[in-house]
């Protein structure tokens, strides 16, 4: 029972009350209930300032001892879990409980992970109150109530005891207990039973056929006619894997075959129930996978600098261009140019038919050959301007962009690199005598060999 102070500020304009009491006549305190409510009526002259102090009397404060030997069981039926303790005092182990004593049950799919009043009062997650009128037995006795709840799922138990005066007793032992299985059932068929196919892999699904929540479910697929004598498929997990879902994924297929799928389910109890045929669907035939091209360029430090090069003169690259074959089929690369200078340029590069440098023209060449072997600057010139980087694409072959037959530029295979390398002669003489830096974009692109 509690011990009941209410504490009255008093000014000479109002009167604030601590909680819900009701003014009523001369000063004073009329209990109406021992050991209950104390409802408190007084009146308060508006002209005083102070504190009035109104005061009950001590009831039962007691609570009744915290239960240590709650113990959970499955019951019989489906859904049943039975609970037995010993009935605890009105105050602590002493006194029975009386007519107004309770019981209050809670319970969750989750244990109390060692914090029970927050496990009791839901703090942590969804915590139910068992809906009971259960009385409270003499002290010492023993109690045993059937719980009836979902079948085929482990639940934990919390206990606590409120007297008649309404004191809670601290939370009990939380015990757990699978409720009993429910009979298991064949699943059922769903529509639709194939919700992917594809070419080595079906989804399907199938329905639970009456089983209760937690039920769990095993499948297989067979090619040969529906018999499942021949070789089985399963989902990722394998033959023993057992689910919750009622739909999975069965891997490893063959495309274009007929696979044949049945689901079969267990209960809590591991009864397990016959197959049921969810009926057949042929996989895609999706034949190889089409052809991809592409390059990786890897050229660092990014862009190239010739440094200073004098009209007239010419320069080689000091270290090559890698460049990958980042496909899966064979691939031939291609090159052009241009000038690519920010403010503008009065160079232009020199094509194949007048490869040369000349007034405000530039020659650029360009060679596949070996990473970090620097081909001989003559080495450029030995064809017929095959190694010339003009401003219109051109195709690697044996002799374009080649000086060595050990570094070509065409049917490189998937993964394969090559490396390039230049050489540049700047114009002969120009009409822009005090030139910007110029910049060359070199393109390089590949095509299926
Ligand atoms: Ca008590």
């Not at 002259?45 to 001590?58: A, D, F, P, V």
């Not at 038919?353 to 360009?366: D, E, F, I, K």
């Not at 017929?384 to 072959?397: D, E, K, Q």
Request: aromatic residues 12%; hydrophobic residues 30%.
């Amino acid at each position: 029972m509690t011990y009941v102070s209410t504490n009255v500020a008093v000014s000479a304009s109002s009167v604030t009350f601590a909680s819900n009491e009701y003014l009523l006549a001369e000063y004073g305190i009329v209990f109406l209930t021992n050991n209950k409510t104390y409802l408190v009526y007084f009146e308060v002259n508006l002209s005083t300032s102070g504190y009035i102090q109104t005061q009950g009397e001590y009831g039962d404060v007691t609570k009744p001892a915290v239960i240590n030997n709650l113990a959970a069981a499955t019951g019989s039926n489906s859904g049943e879990a039975t609970l037995s303790w010993t009935a605890p005092g009105d105050d602590g182990g002493t006194g029975n409980n009386g007519p107004g004593a309770t019981y209050t049950v809670k319970y969750a799919t989750y244990s109390d992970g060692g914090n029970r009043e927050s496990w009791f009062t839901g703090g942590k997650g969804v915590i139910n109150t068992y809906t009971q009128s259960w009385s409270v037995g003499n002290q010492g006795s023993s109690e045993s109530k059937t719980l009836t709840l979902s079948a085929n799922t482990t639940y934990y138990f919390g206990i606590k005891t409120t007297d008649d005066a309404e004191n809670p007793s601290d939370i009990d032992s939380v015990a757990t207990q699978a409720s009993t299985a429910s009979a298991a059932a064949p699943p059922g068929v769903a529509d639709p039973t194939f919700t992917g196919v594809f070419c080595d892999s079906v989804t399907f699904a199938w329905t639970d056929g009456g089983n209760t929540l937690n039920t769990r479910y095993n499948v297989r697929a067979s090619s040969t006619s529906g018999d499942f004598t021949g070789a089985l498929y399963y989902p990722q997990g394998g033959s023993g894997a057992w689910i919750t879902a009622a739909s999975t994924t069965a891997v490893s297929l063959s495309e274009g075959t007929t696979y044949y799928f049945q689901s079969r389910a267990r209960n809590w109890g591991n009864t397990v129930t016959s197959y049921t045929d969810l009926g057949s669907t042929v996989t895609f035939t999706c034949g190889p996978p089409g052809d991809i091209i592409g390059i990786t360029i890897s050229y660092e430090p990014s862009p190239y600098n010739f440094q200073n090069v004098s009209f007239g003169g010419v320069t080689q690259s000091t270290r090559s261009v890698t460049i990958t074959n980042s496909g899966n089929v064979a691939e031939t690369f291609s090159l052009y140019a241009a000038t690519n200078t920010a403010v503008g340029s009065v160079w232009t590069l020199a094509h194949d038919t007048n490869s040369a440098a000349g007034y405000n023209r530039a020659l650029l060449q360009g060679t596949f050959y070996g990473q970090s072997a620097m081909p001989n600057s003559s080495a450029f010139d030995s064809g017929t301007y095959t190694t010339v980087i003009s401003t219109t694409s051109r195709t690697s072959s044996d002799t374009v962009y080649t000086i060595d037959a050990g570094y070509k530029g065409y049917n490189v295979p998937a993964g394969n690199s090559r490396y390039l390398w230049f050489k540049l002669k700047p114009p002969t003489t120009t009409s822009d005598e005090n030139p910007p830096a110029q910049a060359i974009q070199v393109t390089i692109t590949a095509e299926k060999s």
